[in-house]
C-alpha cells in the first residue's frame, strides 16, 4: 500500500490538504491543529484545576469548640476527601506530563502517532477519566450526606456545625469537577487521535 | 476517488479483505464481525446485570426491632441507592434498545454507519457510561460509610443491625459494577465505530 503525500492520491493538488499523517489517521490540516490546540488547552485546564481543587482540600479545616470540646473537621476525617485529593493530585501530575508531550509534539510538528503509542495514551486517558468522575461522584455523595444527613441511618448534618469548611470543600468539588469534565474532553480527542488510524485507507470514499 | 471492493487496491487480491462498509471506516471483514459480536455480547450482558442489579435493590428489605421500636430498612432510606436503582433502570432499557440495533444490523447485514447516528451512538455511550460508574462510586462510598461509619462526623455503623439488607445491596452493587464495566467497554466498541470514519483514506479531504 502507498503512504505517500498527496502528490500520488489522484485528486488534483490544488484539492489535497497538507497532512501531519504520513499515513493511516490522515486528516485536514486544519482539524489537525484544532484537535492538536484543544488537547493542548484542556490537558492545561485539568492541570490547573485538579492543583486547585487539592489545595483547597488540602488546606481546609475548621476548629470549633462544641459542648467544651474542641474539634477540628480536616479534609482527612472523610475518605471521600481524601480519594478526591488523591486523585486530583494524580490527574494533575498526569495532565503535566501529557501537556507536556502535546506541546513537544507541536512544536516540533513531530508525528507522535504510532499505533501502541495511541493506544497507551487512549488507555491511560479513559482510566483517569473515570477514575476523576468517579472519585467527584464519591465527594458530591459524602458532601450530600454532610449537607442534608440521613435520618433513617442516623447520620447527622456535619455542615451546619463547619460552615467554612464545607463552602471550601464544595469550591473544591467545584474546580474537581471542571477538571474531570476536562479529562472527559481529553478522552475523547485521545480516542479521536486512535481510532482514526483505524479508518481503512484506500479506496475509501 | 475509488469507491471500489478489493480489486482496485492495488493490493494482490489474496490479501484484500472483505469489507462491511463500502466507504468510509472499512476494517477487515474478521476484525468487524468480532466488534459486532463483542458489541451485541456487551449490550446484553448489560442489559441482563443492570436489571438484575435493580431487581435485587428493589426487592431488598429487613425489618428489625430495635428497642422495641420495629425499623425496616429498604433502599429507598438512601438517596445512593436510589439513584444506583434509576441508573441501572436507565441503562437496561438504553442497552435493551441498542441491543436490538445491533441484532438487526448483524442479522440484516446493512450498513448502519453514517457520521452523525455514529455521533449519536456514541454520545449516549458515553454519557451512560459515565452515568453508571457515577452511580456505583457513589453507591459504594455510601455501603463504605454504612458498614465502618464515620466517627468524626458521627455518622453510626449500619450495616451490623441490617445484615441481610447490605448483603443483599452488596450483591446488587457487584452485579452494577459488572453492569458499568460492559457500559465502559460499550463506550470503547462506539468510540471505535465513530472514530475510524474520520481515519483518512486515499485523497481523503
Not at 463547619?162 to 480516542?191: D, E
Request: hydrophobic share 50%.
Amino acid at each position: 500500500m502507498s503512504h505517500g503525500g498527496g502528490a500520488d492520491n489522484g485528486v488534483s493538488p490544488g484539492n489535497v490538504p497538507v497532512c501531519y499523517y504520513g499515513a493511516a489517521g490522515r486528516v485536514p490540516a486544519a482539524l489537525e491543529r484544532r484537535v492538536r490546540a484543544a488537547e493542548l488547552f484542556m490537558r492545561c485546564a485539568a492541570c490547573g484545576l485538579a492543583v486547585l481543587a487539592a489545595a483547597l482540600l488540602g488546606a481546609d479545616r475548621q476548629t470549633r469548640t462544641i459542648f467544651a470540646v474542641e474539634k477540628t473537621a480536616r479534609f482527612t476525617d472523610m475518605q471521600s476527601l481524601v480519594f478526591l485529593v488523591i486523585a486530583n493530585g494524580m490527574a494533575a501530575c498526569y495532565s503535566l506530563l501529557q501537556g507536556a508531550r502535546c506541546l513537544v509534539s507541536i512544536l516540533t510538528g513531530g508525528v507522535l502517532i504510532n499505533r501502541p503509542m495511541a493506544w497507551a495514551i487512549f488507555s491511560c486517558d479513559q482510566v483517569m477519566a473515570y477514575f476523576t468522575i468517579s472519585a467527584v461522584a464519591v465527594a458530591m455523595e459524602a458532601a450530600m450526606i454532610g449537607k442534608y444527613g440521613s435520618q433513617q441511618f442516623q447520620w447527622m448534618k456535619t455542615c451546619h456545625l463547619y460552615k467554612r469548611f464545607c463552602a471550601q470543600a464544595g469550591g473544591a468539588v467545584a474546580c474537581a469537577v471542571a477538571a474531570s469534565l476536562s479529562m472527559v474532553g481529553i478522552s475523547l480527542v485521545s480516542a479521536f487521535n486512535l481510532f482514526r488510524l483505524y479508518g481503512s485507507g484506500k479506496g475509501r470514499k
